[in-house]
């Protein structure tokens, strides 16, 4: 069955410092894979999404995230972290014979000072 | 401006009582969707609707209902509500037909509680 898997359930960086918060998914096919990022009392808005092509995607906000298919993984990643960027992020993948995203639980990102 | 709405922001009834939300999307999107989300569960889908007319079972349906009459609006509805229904609800659209292959684009949500 396919699946997504955040690790890391928490993380705390300082602001200015490099970001990376780990995906891996489990998917037979060549997958459509996704990261969101939900602010406090926000919904959830698409920073960048992989369909093909180059396993290096660019987002908004600065963000960035690559595809390892031998690794099973799609991770994202910002050089230099800012206070606004404390949120929830969720990884997602399309399952095409379900027509649905499958989601992982998220990991909350807070930044210090 | 493009985007999902959806109301009410905030809800509080009690258990039994019929409620609606409602969402409206202003994309021409076809595909809708609702999910609910709780902490350590993150977001599983309720329902979604490919098109007008056509709508389906997500990973938790039950005690809830829907319907797509028109392309903009999919309303959601709990005829009975329980205070397991107790959640955050976010609807979301996509554009073309398969859907989930698209990117999502969410409402701000609805907060339920149900005592």
């Known amino acids: 069955a396919q699946s997504v898997t955040q690790p890391d359930i928490h993380i705390t960086v300082s602001e200015g410092a490099s970001l990376e918060l780990r995906c891996n998914y489990s998917?037979?096919?060549?997958?459509?894979l996704f990261w969101y990022v939900q602010s406090p009392g926000q919904g959830l808005q698409l920073l960048l999404k992989y369909f093909s092509g180059d396993t290096l995607v660019q987002g908004i906000k600065g963000f960035e995230a690559e595809f390892k298919r031998s690794q099973s993984s799609f991770n994202l990643r910002k050089p230099s972290v800012h206070w606004s960027d404390a949120a929830e992020y969720f990884c997602?993948?399309?399952?095409?014979?379900?027509?649905?995203?499958?989601w992982g639980l998220g990991t909350s990102l807070a930044v210090n000072p | 401006e493009a985007q999902v709405t959806q109301n009410p922001r905030y809800l509080i009834t009690v258990t039994g009582k019929k409620l609606t939300v409602t969402c409206s999307q202003n994309m021409n999107h076809e595909y809708m969707s609702w999910y609910r989300q709780d902490p350590g569960l993150g977001l599983r889908q309720i329902y979604y609707?490919?098109?007008?007319?056509?709508?389906d079972k997500g990973d938790v349906p039950e005690g809830y209902k829907v319907s797509r009459k028109e392309k903009r609006n999919f309303p959601l509805i709990l005829e009975s509500p329980s205070p397991n229904q107790t959640s955050l609800y976010f609807c979301?659209?996509?554009?073309?037909?398969?859907?989930?292959?698209?990117?999502?684009?969410f409402g701000p949500g609805t907060r339920l509680t149900v005592t």
């Open positions: 609707s490919m098109n007008v007319e056509v709508t």
């Open positions: 997602a993948v399309y399952a095409g014979n379900n027509r649905k995203l499958i």
């Open positions: 998917y037979g096919a060549t997958p459509y």
């Open positions: 979301a659209s996509s554009p073309g037909y398969s859907g989930g292959a698209g990117e999502q684009y």
